[in-house]
């Protein structure tokens, strides 16, 4: 991309060096900020929100998060303004600036920004580079709690070129980012596709083997439907007993997750980089798991069964299952994670709520289809193969959606920082 004729060091670390035609200023040499409390007009305006997405209109009656009792306490946003949630800072997976396409109420913990010109897209890219580098995060001191003030945001050095630049800059930011993003839906959507492919794989293979020419009946099951006939439907604690041997001196503490299946603590927050309380009471009461165990947690309720592949521990508020000789891992590692199968057993419980404990009791009520032990080994095997190629897939649309997320990022800094010149300038 061309490059400005001359430059210079603007003095600040994180800007670098500006074309030389270009001027540093504080923010309150453009901007202001005032906020206007909305009181007992609060029915006349439509109640707006800053998201990842933007800022989007939001139902008054939308009781997701911290809601008001009332709403005289929100403040004006006017189309074209700027808005900064700047509070929380520690917190870098959260929304921090946004332009506005509506007039409405938001937050008083919002801050607003305001100018006589009418077009501030150049500006709203300007500081969307900020919050994409973590500079307000790095300035807003140590703490969970950290914060900027709207004296800190008025302060906060801008660059400023010229104002027929500056609609060049934005124009160009609008078509360009505009692309990118369509071209990243595409990846999701393609990744998520793979993913309703894999399902059905999965669903297909373990209702219905792998021969598309073996002769089906009615399994007498609603959420099985036909199988071949060669296979049984078998009461599940016929297959499956529950484990309730306790921890061993020497077992490592597991996580049970949707993600990972069975895996050490350890490793899960070394992977996830998350924290994670670790117990140090009531050890003696955690049941002991092995490579073939399943794992009935809490999150069983919204994603199946855990797979264990290693030996450890899990905590004593979950139900370990052990199969018997008719049983191969796996095979039913595949049938658990079903869409058919976990909805049945949501059937079993008698109230619905995010982390709904199962029991034994609920796992017995599902009945299972039973291929020959040999069938459920070539099911097994077939699906890790074609799991493992689609998995591939998805990785390969997900890298490319993270690289353009990345090329959008740095296509707005180097724009609005100068470090390439725009067509039209």
Not at 7 to 33: C, H, M, N, Q
Not at 155 to 175: S, V
Not at 199 to 228: N, Q, R, Y
Request: proline share 4%.
């Amino acid at each position: 991309m061309e490059r400005y004729e001359a430059y210079k060091d603007s003095g600040v670390e994180w800007i670098g060096e500006i074309p030389s035609t270009w001027t540093l200023a504080r923010t309150k040499a453009v901007f202001s900020s005032k906020k206007r409390v909305v009181g007992d007009k609060a029915n006349e305006y439509q109640r707006l929100a800053l998201t990842m997405h933007g800022v989007l209109l939001r139902d008054k009656d939308d009781n997701e998060g911290l809601q008001p009792e009332q709403f005289e306490g929100y403040q004006i946003l006017e189309a074209n303004e700027l808005v900064f949630k700047l509070i929380d800072l520690e917190n870098i997976k959260t929304s921090r600036v946004g332009l506005s396409p509506y007039t409405g109420i938001v937050s008083p913990a919002y801050i607003t920004l305001t100018q006589t010109d009418s077009d501030n897209r150049y500006f709203y890219y300007w500081f969307f580079a900020l919050y994409q580098q973590n500079v307000f995060n790095q300035l807003g001191g140590n703490g969970v709690r950290s914060a900027l003030n709207k004296d800190d945001l008025l302060n906060l050095p801008m660059l400023l070129p010229k104002q027929d630049e500056q609609r060049a800059i934005a124009n160009y930011l609008d078509a360009r980012t505009a692309e990118i993003d369509a071209l990243v839906a595409d990846c999701e959507r393609e990744a998520e596709l793979l993913r309703e492919y894999r399902k059905a794989v999965i669903s297909e293979a373990v209702t219905k083997g792998l021969d598309p020419d073996a002769p089906m009946k009615d399994s007498g099951v609603e959420w099985i439907g036909e199988i071949p006939e060669g296979w049984l439907v078998r009461p599940s604690k016929t297959l499956f007993a529950e484990a309730k041997e306790l921890r061993h001196s020497d077992d490592e503490q597991c996580a049970a997750t949707q993600k990972y299946g069975i895996i050490p603590q350890a490793r899960y927050i070394a992977i996830e980089n998350q924290r994670m309380v670790v117990a140090d009471k009531n050890l003696d009461a955690w049941k002991h798991v092995e490579p073939g165990d399943f794992v009935i947690s809490l999150r069983s309720f919204q994603g199946g069964l855990e797979l264990s592949e290693i030996t450890g521990c899990v905590t004593w508020h979950y139900i370990v299952l052990k199969g018997n000789d008719l049983v191969e891992a796996g095979y039913f590692k595949y049938l658990f994670k079903t869409t058919k199968y976990i909805e049945s057993l949501q059937r079993t419980c008698t109230y619905i709520r995010d982390g709904q404990d199962l029991r034994y009791s609920n796992f017995v009520q599902v009945p299972l289809p039973l291929p020959s032990r040999e069938e459920q080994v070539a099911i097994g095997v077939y699906l890790d193969a074609k799991t493992a190629e689609i998995d591939a897939l998805i990785e390969a649309k997900q890298t490319m959606a993270d690289k353009l997320r990345e090329y959008r990022k740095s296509l707005i800094s180097e724009a609005v920082t100068g470090k390439f010149k725009v067509p039209g300038v």
